[in-house]
């Protein structure tokens, strides 16, 4: 049973800070969301690009996540690390990405490289507690004219995992997902 209570009575709170493109993180923010409360964590989920955050000190867990386009987290996440890098340095924190990659088993490794671990090297006094990669959403509707043309570039590499652009694709595994949430409890 994870500790619920920082001291008798008062309840943990949690962060979940994150960028998004298209939605996909949104979902597994929000999915994130909903475990910890049913845990008994008081929560507050922020897309970074709607809401400003001026505080992290009341926050005893803070989960910092980012969608993944052309091999890059979205500017506001990385602005929220840098912002906070110092206040982070003294929290349980985790980072996440939502990425295509991660449906990949020969580029798993490689993403959790580029997209995670050069990240966490990137802000050395962070030391994020748990890493995780998650896989994301292909949805052509969504997408604006340069990132249709980027997928259909890929489409062969896609088309050969069996892979149809034409059809939405959604390659998050929430068991996976909803496990990494409760052991950050741990």
């Given at each position: 049973m994870?500790?619920?209570f920082k001291n008798e009575g008062i309840r943990m709170k949690a962060l979940i800070a994150y960028g998004t493109?298209?939605?996909?993180?949104?979902?597994?923010?929000?999915?994130?969301?909903?475990?910890?409360?049913?845990?008994?964590i008081d929560v507050k989920i922020v897309n970074l690009a709607e809401e400003k955050i001026n505080d992290?000190?009341?926050?005893?867990?803070?989960?910092?996540?980012?969608?993944?386009?052309?091999?890059?987290?979205?500017?506001?996440?990385?602005?929220?690390?840098?912002?906070f890098e110092s206040d982070l340095s003294k929290k349980?924190?985790?980072?996440?990405?939502?990425?295509?990659?991660?449906?990949?088993p020969k580029k798993c490794k490689e993403a959790r490289e580029n997209y995670l671990e050069k990240v966490a090297k990137?802000?050395?006094s962070i030391r994020p507690y748990k890493l995780g990669l998650f896989g994301g959403v292909i949805d052509m509707k969504k997408y604006g004219f340069g990132t249709k043309l980027m997928v259909k570039a890929l489409s062969k590499n896609l088309e050969k995992?069996?892979?149809?652009?034409?059809?939405?694709?959604?390659?998050?595994?929430?068991?996976?997902?909803?496990?990494?949430?409760?052991?950050?409890?741990?």
């Amino acid at each position: 049973m994870p500790l619920l209570f920082k001291n008798e009575g008062i309840r943990m709170k949690a962060l979940i800070a994150y960028g998004t493109r298209y939605g996909s993180t949104t979902d597994i923010a929000n999915k994130m969301g909903e475990i910890l409360t049913e845990e008994g964590i008081d929560v507050k989920i922020v897309n970074l690009a709607e809401e400003k955050i001026n505080d992290v000190s009341n926050y005893d867990l803070i989960i910092i996540g980012s969608s993944i386009k052309i091999g890059s987290w979205t500017k506001k996440s990385l602005e929220f690390l840098e912002r906070f890098e110092s206040d982070l340095s003294k929290k349980k924190t985790a980072f996440f990405v939502s990425c295509l990659d991660a449906n990949d088993p020969k580029k798993c490794k490689e993403a959790r490289e580029n997209y995670l671990e050069k990240v966490a090297k990137k802000y050395p006094s962070i030391r994020p507690y748990k890493l995780g990669l998650f896989g994301g959403v292909i949805d052509m509707k969504k997408y604006g004219f340069g990132t249709k043309l980027m997928v259909k570039a890929l489409s062969k590499n896609l088309e050969k995992q069996g892979i149809d652009i034409n059809k939405s694709n959604d390659f998050r595994n929430w068991e996976e997902i909803q496990n990494w949430t409760r052991e950050l409890l741990i």
